[in-house]
């Protein structure tokens, strides 16, 4: 979804990747982008280890891509605010609604873009619905896997 929309039509864009687990939308936009910078963030504590070994098998450009620890409940302003905000299957405890979309209001710059794929979890609409309630609105699109349908928000502030 992100390559066929085209992250960089309006030129460079800073990047957040937020519960990245293996970071794969960010390794693949570090390969594919060429101005903007790309920051993948996760709380789990084995996840800067799985990072760093992906890095060095995926022989990205050095200032194209990095790790940074986040709590989704923090307010991490160190961080900054970035042009796209991005996560996949990010929905799977009952309390991610409400903390992601918080984190995701602090973390978007005021013309950005938030996009979140999901499997179709049950967190979903109540994702939705919080985004919602924060001035953000999205048409879900399906994308196609061989697997299965993911269900795609791109959401921007209505």
Not at 76 to 100: F, N, T
Not at 134 to 156: E, N, Q, Y
Request: proline fraction near 7%.
């Amino acid at each position: 979804y992100l390559l066929e929309q085209g992250v960089e039509r309006d030129g460079a864009v800073s990047v957040l990747e937020v519960g990245c687990g293996l970071a794969v939308p960010s390794f693949m936009l570090a390969k594919t982008v060429r101005l903007s910078k790309i920051v993948a963030t996760d709380f789990h504590p084995e996840v800067p280890a799985f990072f760093a070994r992906n890095f060095a098998r995926n022989r990205i450009a050095p200032g194209k891509l990095e790790y940074r620890s986040l709590d989704w409940r923090s307010a991490a302003p160190e961080l900054g605010r970035y042009g796209l905000v991005i996560g996949s299957d990010v929905l799977y405890e009952k309390s991610h609604p409400g903390d992601l979309a918080e984190a995701l209001v602090r973390l978007v710059k005021p013309s950005g873009r938030i996009v979140i794929a999901d499997p179709a979890r049950p967190y979903l609409q109540s994702f939705v619905d919080e985004m919602k309630a924060r001035g953000f609105g999205a048409d879900p699109k399906i994308v196609s896997t061989p697997t299965r349908g993911i269900v795609v928000l791109d959401f921007a502030r209505i």
